[in-house]
């Protein structure tokens, strides 16, 4: 075994572990810090995928992001960090089966590709061309560029929704406002 | 082997690689081997100059800021009262509070110094000396940062204290906001240079610094990074006087030491990234034949942009949090967006017309900074204005 191979198992360990634990761990806020460790471990595997870009937005979004906003609503909840509550509910065997069936699929589709059949072979193109390459497929018209702006459009809806539900009613506006 | 003292980091690598593979290791082996040791080289020689040199610098300044005398005790100048400080800090108990989450009690201290310390991994201190080269160098940057923003709220949800956790909340609310400026600011650089790698960054600032051609975007990342790392006037994370000390408090012994030796640090990644970002990193004159003299050139540029934090840390008051916020969401933010398309326009609009590049640059810079002291003057008379007419609303009952 080859050491990136050893590190993939580890990473990889890891971050099943630590999914794990995200729906296991009976406090919410623990389950959080678990996620994070998870996300963490996925970024850790785009690097050994030399995918540099992908780990670094990863960690990014990720966690610098969505974490903390996790976190924050937690303990911003009502009982304050000591949030507990049962494991499952009663419709835990539907999740498991679609989670069962979801998997069975990705093994399916994954099996079929050719390229994962043997060992792939190195990247031929340098990290900085496949990069260039990514950000001209998100505005080539004939690429990518519809997905992500409809992406950008959704972001953007729930961002004007999220402030027209935290703003203040219009009649105390005036008061809340410049003091 | 000859050694050659015009560049010693790189004789200094392949004379150790020479000997490690003279041992019988395998060469990948000697790589990490030697990666590791300039890693630890690395750390090693920055919590020297944060946890001793600079916080006896900070101490000095401040006194003589403040009309006192500051450290004068221990050794010339007081200069080893950080290092008996740091005695202290050792030998005191390590107090974990009851009712804290040991795990990530014990963790966050050190993700606070590894995201200070991490960042220095892809500074360029002179020319071929970088940890390493990342093709996304600048968004590594904020990553590492964001792993900061965690350690704090780590720190503050763990101790299982409500001014800690007060701290945490006010912390989550300026840096996640400030991240905001502070990444669309590295954007301009990013567009100058035409990649996102720091080395490049650093050479495409052969023609000219950053801070000539983008002065606004400067002038956003110094503030909004000053911000994201929590210094004076905006530490209102650990805000002594109204909470106590904010995420920090339950901290005692060696782990308040690496909480701020870890602040210290950041204020000197700030100043460094500044320095390689927007005034040229290691650039100057006789730094490519001799690549020491470029680390003297870096090691002045960070110097001075230091100096400036501090000169503005220890003369500033505490700026209130919904004025920071209002700061970071009504003004910077918005500058920061405009800063992005002007810059744009005008890297493509200076080839087209034949115009010299820094012009072009410069002037749209120059527009933009007047256009917004126009508009805060526009704001700040209609906020005059509603004050004028105030008391006669007191008279009627209308204002609270």
Do not use: C
Not at chain 1, 26 to 39: D, E, G, Q, S, T
Not at chain 1, 80 to 89: A, I, L, S
Request: no cysteine; hydrophobic share 60%; glycine share 8%.
């Amino acid at each position: 075994m080859t050491l990136v191979q050893i590190l993939f198992l580890l990473f990889g360990l890891v971050t099943l572990l630590a999914s794990l634990m995200v729906v296991t761990s009976p406090k919410l806020v623990h389950a959080a810090f678990w996620l994070i460790l998870a996300l963490a471990g996925v970024a850790a595997l785009f690097i050994l995928l030399e995918a540099t870009f992908l780990a670094v937005v990863q960690v990014v979004v990720y966690i610098g992001a969505i974490a903390i906003l996790i976190i924050f609503a937690v303990m911003l909840t009502r009982r304050v960090m000591h949030d507990t509550g049962p494991q499952v509910n009663r419709s835990w065997w539907v999740a498991l089966l679609v989670s069962l069936v979801l998997f069975g699929g990705l093994v399916l589709m994954l099996a079929q590709v050719p390229a994962l059949a043997g060992t792939p072979a190195p990247l031929m193109v340098d990290q900085e061309t496949l990069l260039e390459d990514l950000g001209r497929a998100l505005v080539d018209a004939d690429r990518y560029v519809l997905p992500f702006e409809l992406a950008s459009v959704l972001l953007m809806a729930s961002m004007i929704g999220a402030i027209f539900v935290a703003r203040p009613p219009s009649g105390s506006e005036e008061r809340s406002g410049e003091r | 082997m000859d050694f050659n003292f015009q560049d010693p980091f790189t004789s200094i690598g392949e004379l150790l690689r020479g000997l490690l593979l003279g041992w019988g290791l395998a060469p990948g082996l000697v790589s990490l081997i030697l990666m590791l040791l300039g890693a630890l080289v690395l750390a090693g020689f920055a919590m020297t100059l944060a946890g001793v040199f600079l916080t006896w610098l900070d101490r000095k300044l401040a006194a003589r800021i403040q009309d006192r005398l500051g450290p004068n005790r221990v050794g010339p100048f007081g200069i080893f009262q950080p290092i008996a400080d740091a005695i202290k800090l050792i030998t005191k108990e390590d107090i974990i509070p009851e009712g804290a989450e040991r795990a990530i009690f014990k963790l966050a201290p050190m993700l606070a110094v590894m995201s200070a310390v991490g960042i220095w991994a892809v500074v360029p201190f002179a020319p071929r000396l970088i940890g390493t080269d990342l093709n996304v160098g600048v968004l590594y940057i904020v990553a590492v940062g964001a792993i900061g923003t965690l350690s704090i709220m780590m720190g503050g949800m763990a101790s299982n204290n409500k001014y800690a956790m007060l701290g945490a909340f006010r912390t989550v609310a300026q840096m996640v906001a400030y991240e905001i400026p502070m990444v669309i600011a590295l954007l301009v650089p990013t567009m100058l240079a035409g990649t996102m790698g720091v080395g490049g960054i650093v050479e495409a600032q052969r023609g000219g610094w950053f801070i000539v051609l983008a002065p606004v975007a400067t002038l956003l990342f110094f503030v909004s990074a000053m911000a994201e790392a929590g210094r004076a006037p905006f530490d209102l994370l650990e805000a002594e006087s109204e909470i106590v000390a904010g995420y920090n408090v339950e901290y005692s012994g060696m782990k308040f030491g690496m909480f701020y030796v870890a602040e210290f640090l950041h204020g000197v990644t700030i100043a460094a990234l500044t320095a390689t970002l927007f005034l040229g990193g290691w650039l100057g004159p006789g730094a490519q034949q001799f690549p020491l003299l470029g680390l003297v050139y870096f090691a002045i540029k960070t110097a001075f942009v230091y100096l400036v934090i501090s000169l503005i840390r220890f003369s500033m008051p505490r700026i209130r949090i919904d004025h920071l916020l209002a700061f970071n969401w009504k003004l910077l933010t918005p500058l920061a967006l405009a800063a992005v398309i002007v810059t744009a326009i005008a890297d493509k609009l200076a080839p087209a017309l034949g115009w010299n590049r820094a012009v072009v640059h410069l002037t749209a810079n120059i527009l933009l900074a007047w256009a917004t002291f126009e508009a805060l003057r526009a704001y700040a008379r209609g906020i005059r204005q509603r004050v004028e007419v105030q008391p006669a609303a007191v008279e009627t009952g209308g204002a609270d």
